[in-house]
DNA sequence: TTTAAAGTTGAATGTTGATTCATGTTTCAT
DNA sequence: ATGAAACATGAATCAACATTCAACTTTAAA
C-alpha cells in the first residue's frame, strides 16, 4: 500500500503553494527562532511559537512536520546566516593575519547582535547533534582552505591546516559566548587585537 | 508556620546517615553519570537511572530532590575531576609552553575517555547555565593566574591574559570535541604538537 | 534486645504538551 | 464567477514523566 505517490496523503510537505502560504511559513519561522531562541527548545511550546507568529496551533503543522524539523531547518538558516555575516566582514582583508582578526571580532559582533541564535546553534548539539556537527564541519572545511592558500601565498607558516582550524573555530566561539553573550561591555575589536597579537606572534618571547 | 525546624519535615535532604544510605545515593549518582551521559537530560527519565542503579523510583527523591539537582550535582562533581585530571597531568611541565601541549593532549584524552561527561558538561549550558557559566569561569581564572605567573617569570610575553584564556579554553574544548569525541582515530598528542606549534610561534612567517 | 530514625518501595497522581483531524475559509486558475 | 486545491482553525487525543506518599524494612544506638 501507498505505492505510487498518486494518493492524497498528506503530501510530502512541499513549499508553499502561495503567497499567503508563504508569508505563514516565514511568520512561523521567525516566531520559532525567536522562541527557541530565548527559551531553548525543551522550554518551547508549539503554542508558543504560534502565539508568537499569530497562527492557531495546527497551522504550524501545514509548515513543519514536528518540533524538530522546524528546529533544524532553524540550524541551517542560520549556517548561512553566520557564514554570510564572517565572510562579508573579512572580505577586505589584505592578507589571512588581518582576516583572522577580523573574523573574531566579527564573530564577538555576529554573537552580541544575535544572541538568540547563537544559543540555537549551541543547543542543537543536543537536539539535532547531525545538523550542529555539519554546521562546524562546514566551517571547519572552508576554514582550512583559507589556511592552506594563505601558507601558499606565504602569508603564514604552512601545515596542521585542519587541526589548527579547529583550534582558531573553538576560540572564536568561546570568545563569542564569554565577549558575546556572556559579557557585552568589553569592545570587540579590542579582543580581537588582544588575541591576534597571539596568533600572529604566539606566546613565546620575541 | 514552620518557623522553627523542631519539625519532622523531610529535612533539609542532608547526607546519608548510614552507611547503606551512602552506598545507595552513590549508585544514583553513577547511574545519572551514565544515563545522562549517553541520553542526555531530556532523554534520561527518573526511571532509567534507578532502574540502571538497582533501586526503585521512589529512592531517588530520598536523596535528590529532582531531576535537576542531580545534575547539577553532577556538573559540579565533574568540575573537580577535569581539573585533576589536567593538573595531575601537566604537573610536571618545566615551563608554560610545555604546559599548554600537555594540557591539550590532556583535554582531548580527557573527553576521550569520559565522552559521557564531557557531554554532561556542555549540555549544562541549556539545563543549568548558571552551573556552565561557573564551571569555565573557575577554569579560567585558573587559567589567567597561570599565564601571569608564566609572564612574570620570562616564559611567555604577558598582557591579555584573561581574553587569551579564554582563547586558549576554547581551543581545548574544541579540539577536545572534534578529536576526542568525534574523531578518535588520532593521536592526541600529536594533535596538541600541532597546535602548540601555534601557541609557540603563532601563525606568522619566521 | 528494643525501637526510633533512616532508608526503601512502587502504585497513584497530576500535569504538560506534541500531534491529529474534522470542519471552515481563502486563494487563484480557468 | 466558480470550484478544487490550499490554507487555517482549535478542540480533542494520548502518551510520557516528574513527583508524592503511605506502608514497609533495615540499621544502629542505647
Redesign the interface.
Known amino acids: 500500500m501507498n505505492q505510487h505517490s498518486t494518493l492524497k496523503k498528506p503530501k510530502t510537505m512541499t513549499e508553499p503553494r502561495t503567497a499567503r502560504g508563504k508569508r505563514t511559513r516565514d511568520k512561523i519561522l521567525q516566531a520559532a527562532a525567536s522562541e527557541f531562541g530565548s527559551k531553548?527548545?525543551?522550554e518551547t511550546g508549539i503554542t508558543d511559537i504560534t502565539k508568537t507568529a499569530g497562527v492557531a496551533l495546527g497551522t504550524f503543522y501545514t509548515y513543519y512536520k514536528s518540533k524538530e524539523i522546524v528546529f533544524r531547518a532553524l540550524v541551517s538558516h542560520m549556517g548561512e546566516l553566520t557564514r554570510e555575516w564572517i565572510s562579508t566582514r573579512i572580505a577586505g582583508a589584505p592578507d589571512?593575519?588581518s582576516a583572522?582578526r577580523m573574523g573574531i571580532a566579527a564573530f564577538i559582533e555576529f554573537a552580541r547582535e544575535h544572541k538568540d541564535l547563537y544559543r540555537i546553534v549551541?543547543?542543537a548539539?543536543?537536539v539535532a547533534n547531525d545538523s550542529y556537527?555539519e554546521y562546524y564541519s562546514i566551517f571547519?572545511e572552508s576554514y582550512t582552505r583559507n589556511l592552506a592558500d594563505a601558507a601558499k601565498k606565504?602569508?603564514?607558516?604552512s601545515?596542521?591546516d585542519e587541526?589548527?582550524a579547529?583550534?582558531?573555530?573553538?576560540?572564536?566561539?568561546?570568545?563569542g559566548?564569554?565577549?558575546g553573550v556572556?559579557d557585552d561591555t568589553r569592545d570587540p575589536s579590542e579582543?580581537a587585537d588582544?588575541?591576534s597579537?597571539?596568533?600572529?606572534?604566539?606566546?613565546?618571547?620575541?
Open positions: 531553548g527548545f525543551h589571512r593575519l583572522e549551541m543547543e548539539q543536543f556537527v571547519a606565504g602569508e603564514i607558516r601545515g596542521h587541526e589548527r579547529w583550534a582558531l573555530i573553538g576560540m572564536s566561539v568561546f570568545l559566548l564569554k565577549y556572556w579582543i588582544a588575541v597579537d597571539l596568533l600572529e606572534n604566539g606566546l613565546g618571547i620575541k
